[in-house]
């Protein structure tokens, strides 16, 4: 895409030009004091003092508003832009892809990690490569262009989905459906953030659903558990949530990401459902009774 750097920096300057507007709540409690002063009637210079401040505040509100109204729009520009992901490359350098013309900047990777996790970052890290102002490293012993293709796959599908659009996300989590003990085992994979044995997978998700346990014998649930891994880590998926090397298991970034996004958005459903309005921090695990609940509706 040309100037995909240029148009990227571009709208995430922006966006956080928007973002601090729409940030100062202090000036909101500082209209409100101020205005009910006025409304007691105080007068001499104070009033005069006060009333212009007023409506520099009421300004600032206005404009503070209207921020709020066009960073969704930038937020939604930023997001089909990132779902099209093709910034301007120079020739590869070994395993390392620098930018042939402006550099993607701090701002782009803090705006799009705070619009698809609520957490910015200067850099994207994957598994496989690193997204960041220098360019794009592959971290893996594997073609470059592969990996590539992969990593740019995950960013483009990623917000895909945060748009509401047809995305390899979705059809994914949608397959992971199918094998219910598999969120168990995705779960402590992507938890673990390392490679795992079997036993290893297996006394973390002991210990994690013990309230589901207790309910089916060591024997089904080991089964089941060790089932679920080999779902997760077949050649079934078009990108693989999991893979096995040396006896042991890991999750990939596509498979984290899936993870992050899937997991966080099912367990606002299902506290929605349940009647609970909480806006803190949710629980880390949820019950297999839930989740098994929730996909045989």
């Given at each position: 895409?040309e100037?995909?750097?240029?148009?990227?920096n571009a709208?995430?300057?922006e966006y956080?030009?928007?973002?601090?507007?729409?940030s100062?709540e202090e000036?909101?409690?500082r209209?409100e004091?101020i205005?009910?002063?006025?409304?007691?009637?105080i007068?001499?210079k104070?009033?005069?003092?006060?009333?212009r401040?007023?409506?520099l505040l009421?300004?600032?509100?206005?404009e503070?508003?209207n921020?709020?109204?066009?960073?969704?729009i930038v937020?939604e520009e930023?997001?089909?832009l990132?779902?099209?992901f093709?910034?301007?490359?120079?020739?590869?350098e070994?395993?390392?892809?620098p930018y042939?013309s402006e550099?993607?900047?701090?701002?782009f990777?803090?705006?799009?990690?705070?619009?698809?996790?609520?957490?910015?970052e200067?850099s994207?890290e994957?598994?496989?490569?690193s997204?960041?102002?220098?360019?794009?490293?592959?971290?893996v012993?594997?073609?470059?262009l592969?990996?590539l293709?992969?990593?740019?796959?995950?960013?483009q599908?990623?917000?895909?989905?945060?748009?509401?659009?047809?995305n390899?996300?979705?059809?994914?989590?949608?397959?992971?459906?199918?094998?219910?003990y598999?969120?168990v085992?995705?779960n402590?994979l992507?938890?673990?953030?390392?490679?795992?044995t079997?036993?290893?997978?297996k006394?973390?998700?002991?210990?994690?659903d013990?309230?589901?346990k207790?309910l089916?014998k060591?024997?089904?649930?080991d089964r089941?558990?060790?089932?679920a891994?080999?779902?997760?880590?077949?050649?079934?998926w078009?990108?693989k949530?999991?893979?096995s090397?040396?006896g042991k298991y890991?999750?990939t970034?596509f498979?984290?990401w899936?993870?992050?996004?899937c997991n966080s958005?099912?367990?606002?459903t299902?506290n929605k459902?349940?009647g609970?309005e909480?806006?803190?921090?949710l629980?880390?695990?949820?019950?297999?009774q839930?989740i098994?609940?929730f996909?045989?509706?």
């Open positions: 895409m100037r995909f750097n240029e148009r990227a709208l995430a300057s956080w030009r928007l973002k601090h507007l729409t100062k000036d909101e409690e209209l004091e205005e009910r002063l006025l409304e007691k009637g007068g001499g104070l009033r005069e003092k006060l009333e401040e007023a409506r009421r300004q600032a509100r206005e503070r508003s921020a709020m109204r066009n960073l969704e937020r930023l997001l089909e990132t779902a099209e093709a910034p301007n490359l120079d020739l590869a070994g395993s390392f892809f042939d550099p993607l900047s701090e701002d990777f803090r705006a799009i990690t705070d619009i698809l996790f609520g957490k910015p200067k994207i994957l598994k496989e490569a997204f960041s102002k220098e360019g794009i490293k592959v971290k012993d594997a073609s470059p592969s990996i293709d992969h990593v740019i796959t995950i960013l599908e990623t917000a895909r989905k945060k748009l509401g659009l047809p390899k996300m979705d059809e994914s989590w949608r397959k992971l459906a199918q094998k219910e598999a969120f085992a995705l402590v992507v938890n673990a953030e390392q490679a795992l079997f036993e290893e997978v006394r973390i998700s002991h210990e994690n013990s309230e589901f207790e089916v060591d024997v089904y649930y089941k558990l060790r089932d891994l080999s779902f997760l880590a077949g050649d079934g078009e990108y949530l999991v893979t090397k040396g890991e999750a970034s498979g984290e899936l993870w992050k996004l958005e099912m367990k606002r299902l459902t349940n609970e909480r806006t803190g921090i629980q880390e695990r949820m019950s297999m839930k098994i609940k996909f045989r509706k």
